[in-house]
């Protein structure tokens, strides 16, 4: 179909950076294997806060020429992985940053928080529709951490896995596709209490000032609930590794810890883990599939 590979798998994020921190190993993975590797991103992340001090005027209180400036991290950060289809919904800068929940800039009229789901939802059934992604992988219904981007992010994901089924739909989108598989990005509790436990064996080894703690990482759930794991070849680690750097005006790299602009050193987790939210899982209940095209037909 359309010359596109067997596999196709689909990524809807918030910001640029997300899919790096969240997705980074299994997207280079899949990519490397020859799955159509495709990446929507929702917003240019242009509230985020800037690390590098010599970047600080890029922010939105001064410049704010941040979205820019993050289209091109996210192309560095795209190389880094292999992945040579990312798109913004709606064309790069159709929907600005909304900024952490209760910040004014949530109802901005541009702001992503504002977007009426349904019509920010056609912009990605007409990529559905086009690439005919078997795999969805977005956020959890709390966008893992209740930012109001990762939020909207999931809600207009979701529907558009909808709306790009129905047969009625919208045929000037294309013609209709039913995503086999959707994910959720999730990290299992166990992981993060060992690698919080890692990081505090080494403190003073880490270059940041101060921990993150647990609470900070996004989509944390029972060990139960994960239903995939993608252990990733070190390459693929790696590849995670410099696609995060790319991003440098929001991460700070350093080994297997990390920090955001807060300048909390965390745990850079080397395994990706989800939640099969919807679909038939492809390995026996009670057991983790490693594939995330595990029983999807080609
Ligand atoms: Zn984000």
């Not at 977007?115 to 939802?121: T, Y």
């Not at 992981?191 to 919080?196: L, N, Y």
């Not at 996004?218 to 990733?232: L, N, Q, S």
């Amino acid at each position: 179909m359309n010359g596109l590979p067997a596999r196709r798998l689909l990524l809807v994020h918030a910001h640029p950076d997300d899919e790096s921190i969240n997705n980074g190993a299994t997207m280079a993975k899949y990519a490397a294997e020859g799955v159509h590797v495709a990446l929507v991103t929702c917003t240019l992340g242009e509230e985020g806060e800037v690390i590098p001090p010599g970047l600080a005027h890029l922010a939105a209180d001064r410049d704010d020429t941040l979205g820019v400036h993050r289209v091109g991290e996210l192309a560095d950060a795209m190389a880094e992985l292999g992945v040579r289809d990312h798109r913004f919904l709606g064309g790069p800068g159709r929907y600005r940053d909304s900024g952490m929940m209760g910040a004014p800039q949530n109802h901005r009229p541009e702001a992503f928080w504002s977007a009426e789901v349904d019509e920010a939802a056609a912009y990605l059934v007409e990529v559905m529709r086009e690439l005919r992604p078997q795999v969805l992988v977005t956020y959890d219904p709390d966008g893992g951490y209740g930012h109001p981007d990762h939020i909207q992010a999931h809600r207009v994901a979701m529907r558009a896995a909808e709306l790009a089924a129905e047969t009625a739909y919208r045929r000037d989108l294309g013609e209709p596709h039913a995503v086999g598989k959707i994910y959720w990005n999730r990290v299992p509790r166990s992981v993060v209490e060992e690698g919080f436990a890692r990081l505090r064996a080494t403190e003073g080894a880490s270059p940041f000032p101060g921990l993150a703690s647990p609470e900070d990482v996004p989509g944390v759930v029972a060990d139960e609930r994960i239903t995939a794991e993608i252990d990733a070849d070190e390459a693929f680690v790696a590849a995670k590794a410099a696609a995060m750097r790319a991003h440098a005006t929001q991460i700070a790299v350093d080994g297997p810890f990390f920090a955001l602009s807060n300048d909390l050193a965390q745990p850079l987790f080397t395994r990706e883990y989800y939640e099969l939210a919807e679909g038939r899982p492809g390995a026996p209940a009670g057991s983790r599939e490693h594939d995330l095209f595990a029983g999807v037909e080609a």
